[in-house]
Structures are given as C-alpha cells and as structure tokens.
C-alpha cells in the first residue's frame, strides 16, 4: 500500500512567487492535514480536511496560504505570494479515522525555500 | 491549550548503550502521546503511542516510553542503541477536549549513536 506522497520534495522560489504543494494521502484516509517546521523549530498545524471539507483551519498563518481538497482526494496547499518566513517544511498527514488515539501518517515532505 | 517541550536539541549516546529522548507536556484534559521519528531524507514516521493503561508502551524498532501521569512526561526508551538509531524524534500531543484534532509537537530531539 502506498504512503502518503508529497510533490515536490523540493521547491526553491523567490520571494513574491507562486508555489504549489501537493499532498496524496493514502488511499480510503478521509482525515488529511497539514503542518509545517520553520527553522528546525516545532512541526505546527495548519490545518484539517475532512473529506473536501475543511474542519479547522486554525492554524493558517495568513490568507497568503490556500489549500484545497477538491472531490476529497488529493490536497493542495498554494503559498501567493511566498514571503521569507514561508521557507520550511511542509508535511503532509492522514488518517482514516478522526479520533483522539489515532495516529497520522506523514509524508516526506516539502522543503520549501523562499529566497 | 495543549503544548510540549522536549529540552535537549541534541543527544549523543554510544552503541549499546541505553539511551533515553526526553519529553513533557501540558494538557487541560486526557493527554494522548505520541513519538514519532524522522530518518534523514524520510517522512515521519509513527514510533509509538500512549492512550490509556499501562504506563509502559511498546514501539517499533524496541523502543519503549513511560507514562508518567505526576511528572507529566513521556520519555522515549530503548536498552541497548544502534547507530541506525541516529536521527530526528519528535513527541506529540493530542488532548480530549473540544473539537479539534491537532497534533502539537515538540521542537524535535537530534539522537546520535556513536560507533
């Protein structure tokens, strides 16, 4: 069974750029997320799909940062414009079931670079 | 509001030697605890996790966390290390109250075992 997938592994763009990042989580999982690490500091949430609906999103920095989850498949989180303090890595998680002892499972990641 | 510290950025431990990954953490209701690792290049990967019951988890890779409920920490355990145990642990907690589903992590624990 395939892991949850990140696209790209990599992204280097300059600041005031577009930047997309794509999240497959794995296959039947209605539960997906989004973290990120800035700095080698603390992963934080950004946010949690439901489906294509977004249950919280509390976690979003900005309104520069939009993600989508179109037909509850895959996710998408678009950075416009990408600032400095974007650059990090953003993680991707899912999970079948939403409960308290559930586990996530991640993906490798996206190192973002914002120069 | 949940949170976690993991206080040392780096551990340094030799081949077979125990080695012990530090963790504490605040919660206003139940604690759920999570460790997690992340090998160089890799996702995160799940280790281990703490619901309810017995204060000793069992993870993969012989690793093991205490439960301590007073002190309000998880530490991260293994009896004898191996040098294919370097690399980034991160705890985490999720707690039984409100609506939310979010992971809070710490800032991550460098483990490297010495030859």
């Known amino acids: 069974e395939a892991g949850v997938t990140q696209f790209p592994s990599h992204s280097v763009i300059e600041k005031g750029q577009t930047v997309t990042l794509r999240c497959d989580p794995i296959?039947?999982?209605?539960?997906l997320y989004w973290y990120r690490r800035v700095m080698g500091k603390e992963i934080k949430f950004l946010l949690h799909?439901?489906?294509?609906?977004?249950?919280?999103e509390s976690g979003m920095p900005n309104n520069r940062f939009l993600a989508e989850r179109t037909g509850g498949t895959y996710s998408t989180l678009k950075v416009q414009p990408a600032e400095l303090e974007d650059s990090g890595v953003y993680f991707c998680?899912?999970?079948?079931?939403?409960?308290?002892?559930?586990?996530?499972?991640f993906g490798q990641g996206t190192r973002l670079t914002v120069v | 509001a949940q949170s976690v510290a993991q206080p040392e950025d780096q551990v340094n431990v030799a081949e077979g030697n125990p080695l012990t990954v530090k963790c504490t953490y605040s919660?206003?209701?139940?604690?759920?605890l999570f460790w997690y690792v992340q090998y160089p290049n890799r996702g995160l990967q799940f280790l281990l996790k703490y619901i309810t019951g017995d204060n000793l988890v069992k993870g993969s890779y012989g690793f093991e966390a205490e439960f301590n409920k007073s002190q309000t920490s998880f530490h991260l355990k293994k009896p004898s290390a191996l040098v294919s145990d370097s690399a980034l642990y991160f705890c985490?907690?999720?707690?039984?109250?409100?609506?939310?589903?979010?992971?809070?992590f710490g800032s991550g624990t460098q483990l490297t075992v010495l030859p």
């Open positions: 985490a907690v999720r707690e039984d109250s409100g609506s939310a589903r979010q992971l809070t």
């Open positions: 998680a899912s999970s079948q079931i939403d409960g308290w002892n559930t586990e996530a499972f």
């Open positions: 799909f439901v489906k294509e609906s977004k249950q919280d």
């Open positions: 296959s039947g999982h209605d539960n």
């Open positions: 919660v206003s209701g139940n604690p759920y």
